[in-house]
């Protein structure tokens, strides 16, 4: 059972949004824990997405972007493309935990 | 451009020994926390160890806490994870991660920056 919960799968078609939530409690997200996102696609390793609840790197198109409020964080794509379909994410900090980082069950977007 | 290659992963009885290494390169590895994640088969992530910079400091999951031993050589670029009385819920595909950080009004905050392709560690008789 993971930490931080997440939806298992979500879908959409091309050219819509989703939003994958990541729900934590009062003593990660709820604590002030930043979220941090990360897409896998199949077969590969995880690729950081978006760090600091609203950051994205280097290379990450605008099409992805991040909120935190209270003890959620949320993940929307929008104009989802093909290439979008994949494993995502999310993780953040625990102060309840000795080893502190806790990471989401991952959701499987699924592109119609 | 950063690049992390993980090696040693492969069969291993319950019980039996594995040292996984990670070779880092593109970056300046003596100046970047690194980490061990692994996936088992069909399930989502699980962060395993954490090792500071300098070596000063080093953190485990309570799940391999004890089996596990994280090190690092800052001269030869590399990360490793010595893993012991290996059983089988241990089977899955190990990463290393390099760490991104940024500084806050809390402090330093980290989060996995780079991560390599993985290998796979199978535990079985």
């Known amino acids: 059972q993971a930490v931080l919960t997440q939806p298992p799968s979500v879908s959409g078609a091309p050219g819509q949004t989703v939003t994958i939530s990541c729900t934590g409690s009062?003593?990660?997200?709820?604590?002030?824990?930043?979220v941090h996102w990360y897409q896998q696609l199949p077969g590969t390793a995880p690729k950081l997405l978006i760090y600091a609840n609203n950051n994205r790197p280097s290379g990450v198109p605008d099409r992805f972007s991040g909120s935190k409020s209270g003890t959620s964080a949320s993940l929307a794509i929008t104009d989802l493309q093909g290439e979008d379909e994949a494993d995502y994410y999310c993780q953040s900090y625990d102060r309840s935990l000795s080893a502190h980082v806790v990471f989401g069950g991952g959701t499987k977007l699924t592109v119609l | 451009e950063v690049q992390l290659v993980e090696s040693g992963g492969g069969l291993v009885q319950p019980g039996g020994s594995l040292r996984l290494s990670c070779a880092a390169s593109?970056?300046?590895?003596?100046?970047?926390?690194m980490n061990w994640v692994r996936q088992a088969p069909g399930k989502g992530l699980e962060w395993i160890s954490y090792i500071s910079p300098s070596d000063d400091s080093r953190y485990y999951a309570d799940s391999v806490k004890g089996r596990f031993t994280i090190s690092r050589d800052n001269a030869k670029n590399s990360l490793y994870l010595q893993m012991n009385s290996l059983r089988g819920e241990d089977t899955a595909v190990y990463f290393c991660?390099?760490?991104?950080?940024?500084?806050?009004?809390?402090?330093?905050?980290?989060?996995?920056?780079?991560w390599g392709p993985g290998t796979l560690v199978a535990v079985s008789s």
């Open positions: 009062s003593t990660n997200v709820g604590a002030g824990y930043d």
């Open positions: 991660a390099k760490d991104g950080y940024y500084i806050d009004s809390g402090g330093k905050k980290e989060y996995f920056h780079h």
């Open positions: 593109g970056f300046t590895f003596s100046s970047y926390s």
